[in-house]
């Protein structure tokens, strides 16, 4: 018997479709028909709710990567409006995979809650946003999943308490991350999965991880140390401009990894007898063979 969870795979499109419904449609459509992942995920921004007009005034840190001639600009050339989710999400029920976005600021949180998705999702960077959280707690009813980038221990025993005095914290999904586009292995810190199953495997409803490494070796350890969720960014092409394709699978690799995380959930488990089916035709035609 298999005592590990079903895996779950998301495509992390976040703004990879480069503001463009086309591009994030394929994203979707080979997420589902060629990667055989389970869900795509996107972003949802209200960026002079997140911004100081200082920022959003200024120029993109990175020129290169930027889509228009300020930070705010570039931010809102990638940013679809509640519509344009909305149509995501049908287009998603259409082929037979699951929508969901992350969410940065309260705005957002209320805009694509009214979209009713399976799961929203907390980024790293807005997981101490206590009016969101609270308010996401009161009037959104699925899943909150959550990343701990740049989380420290302490704030992350604070965001749990917060689900649990909701008595949400059976709905509340922790993910292991280490926040840098790209991550180096040795900053992946896979071990702290097993701190997070440790400190509240019992309290919560799933520990995920969600990577921004190269490679797929390390989600299929990630899964083996007990993250059933796995995240990874995905794109169609990682040479796109974009702070995020370069951390990102291009559609072979995300195939890949739902392949192997899938065969590994498979191999985990005990014989539930001394010689199986397989290997008795093995033991009959070569064990204690007469020379």
Not at 11 to 34: P, R, S, T, W, Y
Not at 110 to 118: F, G, V
Not at 161 to 184: A, E, H, I, M
Not at 263 to 280: G, R, S, T
């Amino acid at each position: 018997m298999n005592t590990y969870k079903k895996p779950y795979i998301i495509a992390e499109i976040g703004c990879n479709h480069k503001g463009d419904m086309e591009i994030a449609k394929e994203l979707i459509k080979v997420a589902k028909i060629f990667c055989n992942v389970d869900a795509v995920k996107f972003q949802k921004r209200h960026n002079k709710e997140l911004l100081t007009e200082e920022q959003y005034n200024q120029p993109h840190p990175n020129p290169v990567n930027s889509y228009g001639d300020t930070y705010g600009a570039h931010r809102e050339f990638l940013e679809f409006d509640v519509d344009q989710h909305k149509e995501l999400k049908a287009y998603c029920e259409e082929i037979g995979i699951t929508y969901s976005t992350s969410v940065w600021d309260l705005t957002s949180a209320k805009e694509i809650t009214a979209l009713n998705p399976e799961f929203i999702k907390i980024p790293s960077a807005c997981n101490n946003n206590v009016v969101m959280l609270e308010w996401l707690c009161d009037n959104y009813k699925g899943e909150i999943h959550i990343s701990t980038g740049m989380t420290t221990k302490s704030e992350i025993e604070d965001l749990v308490n917060l689900f649990k005095n909701k008595n949400r914290n059976k709905d509340l999904v922790l993910y292991n991350c280490t926040s840098g586009y790209p991550v180096p292995f040795d900053d992946v810190c896979l071990l702290d999965i097993n701190l997070l199953n440790e400190a509240y495997g019992n309290d919560v409803k799933h520990i995920g991880f969600s990577g921004h490494h190269l490679g797929i070796a390390v989600d299929v350890a990630a899964f083996t140390l007990g993250a059933n969720i796995i995240e990874r960014h995905y794109t169609i092409d990682r040479t796109w401009k974009g702070t995020d394709h370069a951390a990102s699978l291009e559609p072979m690799g995300l195939r890949k990894l739902s392949r192997d995380v899938n065969a590994v959930y498979k191999a985990l488990q005990f014989k539930n007898q001394d010689i199986l089916p397989i290997e008795q035709v093995q033991r009959n035609k070569l064990k204690n063979q007469k020379g």
